[in-house]
């Protein structure tokens, strides 16, 4: 059974009540359509609801929930709570009012009070307007430094990583991570990998220089990340820095890094920045046609996901997938 089909499956086993914030979006609508059908999720959309009726005509949207949150008997409560959390910001009443009339921040409240049990949103918002709700909101988890992403990747007749399953990050959230924020994004995805994945995590920490071949600050960079990640997780297998080809093709591990628990067999790929790891996935997803799953948080209080723009009604269908299953860990 592929790895998604697993998701959905174990997903099934306990609906979970999923927001999506982009109600009257076409390829969300169809999404709906299945999931409900599937009985993957409960899903609720938000909205007005002519708007998002008029935008499903020919669908079948009719076991989804809809919430305009402008008629919401709960509106009040959730501007009180923003004002509440944010009033040391410099907010006023007004401006939680505003906040909370977006669905972005209506349905991060919904999460954050319990009335929901994840979000899924991102088919027409860029990620910003996704993660600073969300950032304000739902906060980290406990303990977490930074929150980021990592895209599962399935990459089709592939011999590498874990039979073609990677797992990819942080593709979507953290521009310029510092060295101990990239040691957090690599454990993260070591626990997506296992968790989430079912795989037992391989994690490299990319670069364009392995073990010194390259002199830089940046090279520098990702090798204190490596310590750090290594003292911090010293049960994952992680060694770095390594370049691509070193990471995943065994001959080239054996070469370029001899001796490493990591080289030639990685399947957690850890990118140095955001430009790397954003550019990465999409090379890998659009030329190697390879399933994107994702981008899938971590480290954040509670299940919420994006998705990117380009995606399909498959892709939106996973990530409620995805984010059910999170919702029940
Ligand atoms: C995610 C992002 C919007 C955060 O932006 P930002 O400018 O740091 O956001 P703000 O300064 O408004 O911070 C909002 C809050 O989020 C917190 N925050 C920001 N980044 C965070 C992170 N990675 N993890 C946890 N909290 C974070 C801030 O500490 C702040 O908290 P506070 O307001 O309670 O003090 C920004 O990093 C971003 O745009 N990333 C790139 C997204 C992108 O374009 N991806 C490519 C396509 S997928
Ligand atoms: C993850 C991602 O790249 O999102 P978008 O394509 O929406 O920018």
């Given at each position: 059974m592929s790895i998604l089909n697993k998701i959905?499956?174990n997903?099934?086993?306990?609906?979970?009540?999923?927001?999506?914030?982009?109600?009257?979006?076409?390829?969300?609508?169809?999404?709906?359509?299945?999931?409900?059908?599937?009985?993957?999720?409960?899903?609720?959309?938000?909205?007005?609801?002519?708007?998002?009726?008029?935008?499903?005509?020919?669908?079948?949207?009719?076991?989804?929930?809809?919430?305009?949150?402008?008629?919401?008997?709960?509106?009040?409560?959730?501007?009180?709570?923003?004002?509440?959390?944010?009033?040391?910001?410099?907010?006023?009443?007004?401006?939680?009012?505003?906040?909370?009339?977006?669905?972005?921040?209506?349905?991060?409240?919904?999460?954050?009070?319990?009335?929901?049990?994840?979000?899924?949103?991102?088919?027409?918002?860029?990620?910003?307007?996704?993660?600073?709700?969300?950032?304000?909101?739902?906060?980290?988890?406990?303990?977490?430094?930074?929150?980021?992403?990592a895209f599962i990747m399935e990459v089709?007749?592939c011999p590498y990583g874990s039979d073609g399953v990677f797992v990819f990050a942080?593709?979507?959230?953290?521009?310029?991570?510092?060295?101990?924020?990239?040691?957090?994004?690599a454990i993260a995805s070591a626990k997506t990998a296992k968790v989430l994945v079912g795989i037992e995590p391989r994690v490299a920490?990319?670069?364009?220089?392995?073990?010194?071949?390259?002199?830089?600050?940046?090279?520098?960079?990702?090798?204190?990340?490596?310590?750090?990640?290594?003292?911090?997780a010293?049960d994952i297998l992680i060694?770095?820095?390594?370049?691509?080809?070193?990471a995943i093709?065994?001959?080239?591990?054996?070469?370029?890094?001899?001796?490493?628990p990591v080289?030639g067999k990685a399947n957690v790929l850890i990118?140095?920045?955001?430009?790397?790891?954003?550019?990465?996935?999409?090379?890998?997803?659009?030329?190697?046609?390879a399933n994107a799953i994702g981008?899938v948080?971590q480290?954040?209080?509670?299940?919420?996901?994006?998705?990117?723009?380009?995606?399909?009604?498959?892709?939106?269908?996973?990530?409620?997938?995805i984010?059910?299953l999170?919702?029940?860990q």
């Amino acid at each position: 059974m592929s790895i998604l089909n697993k998701i959905k499956e174990n997903a099934k086993k306990n609906k979970k009540k999923i927001v999506l914030p982009e109600g009257s979006e076409p390829r969300t609508l169809r999404a709906v359509e299945i999931v409900t059908k599937e009985g993957i999720a409960d899903l609720v959309l938000l909205g007005n609801e002519n708007e998002i009726k008029n935008a499903a005509k020919g669908i079948d949207i009719s076991k989804a929930e809809i919430i305009d949150p402008l008629k919401s008997d709960k509106f009040d409560l959730y501007v009180n709570k923003f004002y509440e959390m944010r009033k040391n910001k410099g907010i006023t009443i007004e401006d939680a009012k505003k906040a909370i009339a977006d669905t972005m921040y209506y349905g991060c409240m919904m999460v954050k009070l319990g009335d929901a049990d994840g979000m899924v949103s991102g088919a027409i918002h860029p990620t910003a307007d996704l993660f600073r709700p969300a950032f304000q909101i739902v906060k980290t988890a406990p303990g977490v430094k930074v929150v980021s992403s990592a895209f599962i990747m399935e990459v089709p007749d592939c011999p590498y990583g874990s039979d073609g399953v990677f797992v990819f990050a942080d593709c979507a959230v953290n521009p310029l991570p510092d060295e101990e924020e990239l040691a957090a994004i690599a454990i993260a995805s070591a626990k997506t990998a296992k968790v989430l994945v079912g795989i037992e995590p391989r994690v490299a920490m990319l670069s364009f220089s392995t073990k010194g071949s390259g002199k830089h600050e940046l090279v520098d960079k990702v090798r204190n990340a490596t310590e750090i990640a290594k003292k911090l997780a010293p049960d994952i297998l992680i060694d770095g820095e390594m370049q691509l080809d070193a990471a995943i093709i065994k001959e080239v591990g054996e070469l370029k890094a001899p001796g490493s628990p990591v080289a030639g067999k990685a399947n957690v790929l850890i990118f140095p920045d955001l430009q790397s790891g954003n550019i990465g996935y999409k090379l890998v997803q659009r030329l190697a046609k390879a399933n994107a799953i994702g981008p899938v948080s971590q480290g954040i209080g509670a299940p919420i996901n994006d998705l990117s723009r380009g995606c399909s009604v498959d892709d939106i269908v996973n990530v409620i997938a995805i984010t059910a299953l999170q919702a029940m860990q």
